[in-house]
């Protein structure tokens, strides 16, 4: 079902597609537009109950394609090595795993779909970072580091909410 909040989502890609143009501040504005429809869409969808399980893969998979895209712009531009991307998406090889997980589980069909803490802490870093990329700040390494603990921590997470659920 597509609705605003999904349309919002949608709006990311298109987005990351700024960064094949050369210019920090287009860039910067497409980040910061994608800050702003990942905010508020999820926001507006419970707000106009019009939550869907397409809008709970949806608004993140587009996260996921604006990251991955900028990312991959960065690196073809030198700006970003790779073992710092890797690190920047480890929190997806995670979530690989616990869908794996699922699948092999038979869970997969009952599992509550939604935002973990983590994940939005890691998005938002992650759009942070590529801010500084952008404009050629150095990025400390052990912010990359960061991105792998709190992977470790939304992995952790996730079990505990599919244990929370199979218990009620």
Known sequence: MFNLSN???LLRAPLAL???VESPTLRL????????TDSIDGYLARRSKTTSRLGAVL???????FVFFALGVL???SRIEISQVLMMVSRDFSLCLFGLYLSLSGLWQTYEFRAIRWGKITTALQFLVLVGLT???PIPFYLYYSFIVFSLFGLYELFQFKKLSSQS
């Open 7 to 9: 349309s919002l989502s």
């Open 18 to 20: 700024v960064f094949l």
């Open 29 to 36: 504005m497409a980040i910061l537009l994608a800050m702003i």
């Open 59 to 65: 608004d993140p998979a587009m996260d996921k394609f």
């Open 75 to 77: 690196f073809m531009e």
């Open 135 to 137: 404009f050629g700040y």
